[in-house]
């Protein structure tokens, strides 16, 4: 026989989030967490110039960043000399000009 306190950590366990298979998970970043991507900014590479696609189309690859302080700081930060999902690497020039763009992108948000 379960309990009844059993049977609601079995419900409990369901997943909080409801749109796991509808919407698409992409990985920040900046602090590497998956997440929906329409909470997040992407960022292109085209032709070697970094990016943000606005629009959430553009061709080529792309990468996911939270338009929060937090993660955009810890992109400027990162080590990483290549990001795969841009088959790109970015000097921290650029990595500064994308983050005042998704902090100029992001400024309604907060
Ligand atoms: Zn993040």
Redesign the pocket.
């Known amino acids: 026989m379960f309990s009844d306190s059993a049977a609601a950590h079995a419900y409990r366990k369901v997943p909080q989030r409801r749109c796991i298979a509808k919407c698409a998970q992409r990985t920040?970043?900046?602090?590497?967490?998956r997440?929906d991507k329409s909470r997040?900014r992407r960022i292109v590479s085209i032709g070697g110039m970094i990016t943000i696609d606005y629009k959430g189309s553009a061709p080529g690859r792309g990468g996911y960043?939270?338009p929060?302080a937090?993660?955009l700081e810890?992109?400027a930060a990162s080590k990483t000399k290549e990001f795969r999902s841009l088959k790109s690497g970015i000097d921290r020039a650029q990595r500064l000009r994308i983050i005042e763009a998704v902090r100029g992108a992001s400024a309604l948000d907060s």
């Open positions: 920040c970043l900046g602090c590497h967490e997440d997040m960043l939270h929060h937090r993660c810890k992109f």
